[in-house]
């Protein structure tokens, strides 16, 4: 009776510690990037939700003065403290992409509480294998180096005040939209021959490269919105979703590059819930390509 006590104890024990940790895990969490090799502060604005009873996905937004990086990782809390990363999805980087940033972010987040036992989220990186034609720099020893080496350390604490990183992610979100709004968008020309109508507010758009994969980096914006920068297209299938809120919209596709096989060719699909559309839209240095997105009252 004495064992089946102690066993039963141990069990309500470890059960409301785990409960615990879950509860620590969901919400707002903020952190520095510690270590990183081209001479930036780079800091973290991150929310962690629940997909499943140990599944966690954490919205993760990268920023420094002039650059802006947002990803998703999909997680999962294995051995009650550690938060294992099983996937990296990139949703956008302005106004550059940061090489190899998806090998940063492997292996797993440690949850544990620091000296003023306050909870924190430490990465431990998996180790990266490079070849040896990545070592194409020289440092002042003369030793070859990789072109690109992950940060050291990254750590993330909760909180949902105001921290002193709040003041320079305005600042940094008010010079990338000033970038994003550049003359260079209106420089060239507008190719608008394409045109849907839709029954619902609710839209889901999927792009995605319809032909051989050939590194086409492109930038998507709807109205006056960048809903995509610096995004490289793949085969998979990149999902939007978009709540229309005026009758006439325009989605505009514009080419960051023209990767291997130019034009830049995107294929985009537009999903109201009743019918889906497919179209084939092509950008290059000189013109945007656009849909026009007209909202029809249902039955219309």
Not at 111 to 116: E, F, G, I, V
Not at 224 to 246: G, R, S, V
Request: hydrophobic fraction near 35%; include cysteine.
């Amino acid at each position: 009776m004495h064992k089946r006590l102690l066993l039963f104890l141990f069990l309500l024990q470890f059960t409301l510690t785990y409960a615990a940790t879950k509860d620590s895990i969901i919400g707002k969490w903020r952190g520095t990037i510690i270590g990183h090799v081209d001479n930036k502060d780079y800091f973290i604005n991150a929310t962690i939700d629940t997909i499943s009873k140990s599944e966690y996905t954490i919205q993760l937004k990268v920023f420094s003065g002039d650059y802006v990086g947002e990803f998703i990782l999909n997680t999962t809390l294995k051995n009650q403290y550690k938060l294992f990363i099983n996937s990296f999805i990139k949703k956008s980087e302005f106004p550059y992409a940061v090489p190899h940033i998806s090998d940063c972010f492997t292996g797993y987040f440690q949850l544990k509480k620091d000296a003023t036992s306050q909870y924190m989220l430490d990465l431990y990186r998996n180790p990266i294998m490079r070849k040896m034609e990545d070592f194409t720099l020289i440092d002042t020893a003369g030793n070859f180096t990789p072109s690109f080496e992950c940060f050291t350390t990254v750590e993330l604490f909760p909180t949902e005040k105001d921290t002193m990183y709040a003041k320079l992610e305005r600042k940094t979100d008010s010079i990338i939209t000033a970038k994003k709004n550049t003359k260079e968008v209106a420089k060239r020309k507008l190719v608008s021959s394409k045109e849907w109508s839709v029954k619902q507010e609710s839209i889901t758009l999927q792009i995605w490269d319809n032909n051989k994969e050939d590194g086409d980096i492109i930038s998507l914006k709807f109205n006056d919105t960048w809903i995509l920068t610096n995004f490289q297209l793949k085969k998979e299938k990149y999902t939007i979703p978009i709540k229309l809120t005026q009758k006439e919209n325009q989605l505009l596709l514009f080419a960051e590059n023209l990767g291997s096989i130019p034009p830049n060719t995107a294929a985009v699909s537009i999903d109201d819930n009743d019918l889906i559309r497919t179209f084939i839209l092509n950008s290059d240095m000189s013109k945007s390509e656009t849909v026009k997105i007209i909202l029809a009252k249902p039955g219309k």
